[in-house]
């Protein structure tokens, strides 16, 4: 017989960790960022405010060097330091980093940011479940097929909010007249740049899937566009 109460009690873990966890990354997230104060980026940023009829975009520089950006649970943009370095040193164009920042806020828009550290917390409550159930099933292997059944399904799942996102900023970045190009650009220098992110970035920012798939999925969008307008 499995009993249940393994199971309100994963869940019961996960609620306390969503809780942890969100007021966790706001603190980290207060302590280490600034507003960013940067007049070519803002020109940039104004534009897509525009094409969203909002005021204006909050995007802040967060003090890691990972090169990353991100959407917190509560809607604040995050640009990491080592990102806007490329961009004062040249590697990166201001059109790309607006495509980064285009791309968090669709993650935002489409409600990924908050979900995500459900996701997260949820996670742990599924593979503590799937192992205290699997693991009296089958001993031994049990525990491993619960790992790998949580990570299959989580990494499912933050692709499908990856490319979610690159739909949403491709269509953003049309609206704004800045066009995806820099997207696909930025992407195709993704993988260069993201290399020092190794062993250093926290799992929660390494969810992104294949740069590849990422540019062809945005050509496929295109000609879509294309052929229906
Ligand atoms: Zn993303």
């Known amino acids: 017989m499995i009993r249940i109460t393994p199971i309100l009690l994963a869940i019961l873990y996960a609620l306390v960790m969503y ?21 070519g980026l803002k020109a940039l940023t104004d534009r897509l405010a ?8 909050p995007v802040y520089i967060y003090e890691i060097d ?4 991100l ?17 004062r040193n040249g590697e990166v164009s201001g059109e790309e980093m607006a495509s980064v920042i285009a791309h968090e806020l669709g993650h935002v828009a489409l409600g990924h940011a908050r979900r995500r550290m459900l996701d997260f917390s949820g996670q742990n409550a599924l593979r503590t479940a799937l192992i205290m159930v699997l693991g ?3 001993p031994v292997a049990g525990v491993w097929i619960a790992n790998m059944l949580t990570s299959l399904l989580a990494a499912r799942l933050s ?4 490319y979610e996102a690159d739909e949403y900023a491709a269509a953003l ?25 190794a062993g250093v970035a926290p799992a929660w920012l390494m969810s992104h899937p ?13 000609a879509r566009w294309q052929t229906t307008r």
């Open 19 to 39: 809780r942890l966890s969100t007021w966790r990354t706001h603190r980290e997230l207060d302590a280490r960022s600034t507003e960013l104060a940067d007049p």
């Open 50 to 57: 525009a094409a969203l009829g909002l005021a204006r975009i």
């Open 66 to 69: 990972p090169v990353n950006g």
């Open 71 to 87: 959407a917190a649970p509560d809607g604040r943009i995050f640009i990491t330091r080592g990102f806007y370095r490329k961009y």
């Open 136 to 138: 009296r099933i089958i």
């Open 159 to 162: 692709r499908g909010d990856e």
């Open 173 to 197: 970045l049309t609206k704004a007249g800045i066009g995806i190009a820099p997207q696909k650009s930025l992407f195709a220098k993704l993988e260069e740049l993201t290399q020092s992110r």
């Open 210 to 222: 294949k740069t590849t798939e990422r540019i062809a999925a945005l050509e496929r969008l295109e």
